[in-house]
């Protein structure tokens, strides 16, 4: 492929790595670098590799068509344009393709709203061979804003939300589906550390610190908040509320999912069936405790477990009666809970979105295991669950106020028992057990509220 290129004094061009098939640019010989217009532009990205994204609506005449770029900032410039203003830019690197050549050139980024070209195309990307003819257009060829058509992610109705997924673990696979998925939908998702958030608590300007800067406004958090950070994280969540953001989870539900005392006293409110359990901190008479969970084998359970760490059978009456004796010395909260035996090592996690469950998984044990945790070697298959499963795992969500749930359900004889409700819940056991885009679920519900808010924030206004 040559690399001599001939340009009239307009020409479209395509900006692939930005995701823009078609630009009308002016061909500007005065200009050194390229200009592409660009609306709320944000930096962000470590300091190590910074990028920015930006908000551009590429055909002049349908400002209704909007998308979100990003790419990688390779430098801040001042830069003058031609009525004599100097502005300091954001300048990026992308890929140019004009006619066949392909070349990646320098863009400043600025509003060029007003103009009637959304690029100029300065001399630094014209390469060596390039011979600008001005008093002709459209010499290579003509693109059309048509081929905007096939791109799906933003409809012209549609605005980007801005997203803050809260997270200590940005690198596990929920995390990165969560964040992957909300930006190829369009969507601003920031990846926030829970823990490095810090608060000014003031009822008129409630504010959130990140690094040194305040975070922007959130249209939605998604919250991921796990158990060694619940109440902090609840706090963080509770100022992003005050600052008007819509929370996926609201911070109360997940406080009351994380409490399992008060997570069952709720739940049994509700008439929601569980294994019938008995609570205890450093009880006195172990066995009129132990004789509260029925008559057969119990399972003991420690409040702070995760994971199946602390959750322990107990065959015979005898041995329960010891295991609560050596919980007692621990100083910490645990219960005592009927053994559904017909469960067989199997539990079933249903998840709930909305209201409706949109996957569920049946995990079971290894040989000679109870415990059905995955973080146990229990294996997931999908299922697909009868309706008094279906109604107890969303009667279960609501109760406690979660929007996004995974609910573990025991299947015993007399039906499904609720055995807990988890406000975070994983989303790769799931996803590959029963190959659904769970993730895209999620994101699509937090489109779809955040969007009926607004309109209802409009009617207010
Ligand atoms: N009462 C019970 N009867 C039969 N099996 C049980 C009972 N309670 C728990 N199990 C089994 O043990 C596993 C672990 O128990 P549970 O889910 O209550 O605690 P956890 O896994 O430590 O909590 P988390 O899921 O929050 O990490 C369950 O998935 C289930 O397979
Ligand atoms: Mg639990
Ligand atoms: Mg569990």
Redesign the pocket.
Known sequence: MSDALELGWEEWLALPALGLPAIKAKVDTGAKTSALHAEVIESFGDTGSPKVRFLIRPDPDHPKLELVCTAPVVDRRDVTSSNGQTELRYVIATEMQIGTVRRTIEITLTNRETMSYRMLLGRSAFGDHTTVIPDRSFIQPKLSFDLYQSIKPLKPKTRPLRMALLTREPDNYSSMRLAETGRERGHIVDVINTSRCYMKIEARAPEIHYDGKTLPFYDAVIPRIG?SMTNYGMAVLRQFEAMGAWCLNPPSSIGASRDKLLAHQLLSQAGIAM?V?AFAHSPKDTKDLVGLAGTGP??L?LLE???????V?AESKKAAESLVDAFRGLDANFLV?????E?A???VRCLVIGGRVVAAMK?Q?QEGE????L??G?EAMAISLTPDERKIAVAAAKRLGLNFAGV?I?Q?KNGP?V??V?SSPGLEGIEKATGKNVTGKVIRFIEQKVRTLGKRREINA
């Not at 477990?305 to 959750?311: A, L």
């Not at 809970?337 to 035996?341: A, N, S, T, Y």
């Not at 109870?370 to 945790?373: I, K, P, Q, V, Y």
Request: charged letters at 25%; glycine letters at 10%.
């Open positions: 158990a294994p359990t119990v399972v359970k477990s995760t994971q199946g760490r602390g959750v059978l809970q009927e053994f559904v035996k469960a090592g199997a539990d995990r044990a109870f415990r059905s945790n973080h146990r229990g573990d025991l015993s028992v055995l807990e988890n």
